[in-house]
């Protein structure tokens, strides 16, 4: 998982380069004359490191498909993409497992087994088996890690690509709406018994950040989509858009010199939920406790701070409101008299 949590590509079917490649990114192409592109490559994160891998050119057109980009058609006049595009997603992670493995330890039917041989390409006998289900997501509580993935929709699927077609096919603007989704029926092999289950995708919009508050040079934001991801504990103020989450403290500030996080266990990565004896769920209650001047004239602020394993602790903090006042970062759309359409940003000072 990348450090500290960001956007991670899920399900996704890559290439590995043989070569070593340098730069951040580019094109794999076939030699002259045809120079046909085969595929995309780019650095992913693994952790602190970085890794060069490409991603075919099928499964880059089908990733924009699902944003509404059809591949080959004139871009748009430097409009920006509709942050209120829907696109579905399983909110689950696979693994590819070995058929022989499968039927010799899972006892896969035969007959299902023989299915998925015949649909698998390149020589690859494989079956997907669930190995990461997101906490609140729409498989959640329908799915199980370890279940084996028989048939979707009535046919055997093998790879990650097949299973993102089916689910486009739910998804169709034209049929069902922008803001619709059908469902999907899938057949799964269960403790060694196959179950039939049918799931509805969620519909994801974007996750990007709109409100940012700086509170003693502790930079707080609601809980991004990807920290829900990685998994730890499921409280309310751990779902995506939920509670007040914090991933840096500016050195030097109050919270830095007080140790508002043990960076050695929390790596400045955590949750605010309770400030003094006031619950702290967003953004929103945090500015209501800072305008009631409940915190003015006080030495000491107690602070629970919850970790990314759901470790409870209390913090004493100093406050400097003087010089670190609590900042805002508001994402606002522009005014009908302003030339650029794209989002600003705007800070409010609060005190």
């Known amino acids: 998982f990348p450090q500290p949590p960001a956007y991670r590509g899920r399900n996704l079917e890559i290439c590995n380069l043989n070569d070593s490649l340098h730069g951040l990114g580019g094109l794999l192409v076939e030699p002259a004359p045809s120079y046909r592109v085969r595929a995309w490559f780019a650095q992913f994160p693994a952790g602190s490191l970085r890794y060069l891998a490409g991603v075919p050119v099928q499964v880059f057109a089908a990733v924009l498909a699902s944003l509404g980009i059809v591949p080959g058609a004139a871009p748009s006049a430097g409009l920006p993409l509709d942050p209120r595009q829907a696109v579905a997603a399983l909110e689950c992670e696979f693994e590819e497992l070995s058929l022989a493995k499968a039927r010799r330890e899972d006892c896969v039917p035969l007959e299902h087994a023989r299915a998925l041989a015949a649909c698998g390409s390149g020589g690859r006998r494989q079956i997907l088996r669930v190995g990461r289900i997101t906490a609140g997501g729409g498989c959640d509580g329908i799915l199980l890690e370890g279940d084996l993935v028989l048939s979707v929709n009535g046919k055997p699927v093998t790879k990650p690509h097949d299973m993102e077609r089916e689910m ?21 092999l269960r403790s060694r018994n196959p179950v039939d289950i049918t799931i509805r995708p969620s519909l994801l919009y974007s996750d ?88 003015n004239g006080c030495d000491w602020l107690r602070c629970h701070v919850m970790d990314a394993e759901g470790r409870l602790s209390v913090r004493a903090l100093r406050p400097d409101f003087d010089f670190w006042p609590t900042v805002e970062l508001v994402r606002r759309q522009p005014d009908s008299s302003s030339e650029s359409r794209n989002p600003v940003w705007v800070r409010v000072e609060h005190g």
């Open 168 to 188: 486009r096919k739910c998804h169709d603007r034209e049929k069902t709406g922008a803001d619709e989704v059908g469902t999907m029926q899938w057949q799964v």
């Open 208 to 295: 990007g950040t709109e409100r940012i508050l700086v509170f003693n040079g502790v930079v707080l934001r609601p809980t991004p989509r990807s920290v829900a991801e990685r998994g730890g504990p499921i409280l309310p103020h751990t779902k995506p858009g939920q509670g007040l989450y914090f991933w840096y403290i500016y050195p030097g500030s109050p919270a830095d010199t007080f140790s508002f996080a043990d960076s050695r266990a929390m790596r400045n990565v955590g949750w605010l939920v309770q400030l003094n004896n006031e619950p702290t769920p967003s953004i929103e209650r945090l500015l209501e406790i800072i305008r009631s001047g409940s915190l």
